[in-house]
């Protein structure tokens, strides 16, 4: 079965810096897309980044382009976020997502999420 595992969340000072991984498997992990979300407390989840199957091409949600940064490795079936400048407002649950089709359908996966914490 498909499974994501986030790790690396914790409690940093703004202006500090966290790097989180993504462990999948159960699917090809270097077929598909993957994303990473997050979700701060009273708010909807929004997108944080996008990373092509080949890793070519990334995109960021505008208030985290030149500070986060997604990568991959297809040898290790992980993917990663670099958080950088971290801000109070950077507070949240982070997830990481991949979109599978499976028998005709567009099917999102989630992982547990893992917490980040900005504050002094």
């Known amino acids: ?16 810096s966290l790097g989180l991984s993504c462990a999948a498997s159960g ?18 989840r929004e ?3 996008t990373i092509t199957s080949t890793g070519g091409t990334t995109t960021y949600a505008d208030s985290m382009k030149g500070r986060f940064s997604i ?34 359908t567009l099917r999102d996966y989630w992982g547990q999420g893992t917490q980040v914490t900005v504050s002094s």
């Open 1 to 16: 079965q498909v499974q994501l595992v986030e790790s690396g969340g914790g409690l940093v000072q703004p202006g500090g």
């Open 47 to 49: 997108l944080v980044a």
């Open 71 to 104: 990568s991959r490795d297809n040898a290790k079936n992980t993917v990663y976020l670099q958080m950088n400048s971290l801000k109070p407002e950077d507070t949240a649950v982070y997830y990481c997502n991949v979109r599978l089709r499976q028998f005709g």
């Open 27 to 44: 699917f090809i992990f270097s077929s598909y897309a993957m994303k990473w979300y997050r979700q701060a407390p009273g708010k909807e």
